[in-house]
Nanobody, 121 residues
Framework: QVQLVESGGGLVQAGGSLRLSCVAS????????MGWFRQAPGKEREFVAT????????RVGDSLKGRFTISRDNVKNTVHLQMNSLKPEDTAVYYC??????????????WGQGTQVTVSS
């Protein structure tokens, strides 16, 4: 069984930074693409970033480019999301997910429980 556990969320002031982590188990981590998504209250789930199995290919949502960076550590079975220059509109529950193949294409097959990120004005 695949399990994803997010951590690193919390309360920060606008302009601050947070680094989210997602530890995966139950799967050969280095073979699968990973992604981050977020959902704010009353809004649809939004794409944040993805990273291929090797870590070579990454994508970041258009509105987040320059502030958010995705990375992975295949030794520690962990994917990270570095968030800088945070804005109140970044407030959301952030979810980690895995893809059933090496490239981040199509739907994810497993999801974490999410970690809350709150950015105050």
């Amino acid at each position: 069984q695949v399990q994803l556990v997010e951590s690193g969320g919390g309360l920060v002031q606008a302009g601050g930074s947070l680094r989210l982590s997602c530890v995966a188990s139950g799967r050969t981590f280095s073979r699968y693409a990973m992604g981050w998504f977020r959902q704010a209250p009353g809004k649809e789930r939004e794409f944040v970033a993805t990273i291929s199995a090797s870590g070579t290919m990454t994508r970041v949502g258009d509105s987040l480019k320059g502030r958010f960076t995705i990375s992975r550590d295949n030794v520690k079975n962990t994917v990270h999301l570095q968030m800088n220059s945070l804005k109140p509109e970044d407030t959301a529950v952030y979810y980690c997910a895995t893809y059933p193949q090496a490239l981040a294409i199509g739907p994810c097959d497993y999801w974490g429980q999410g970690t809350q990120v709150t950015v105050s004005s």
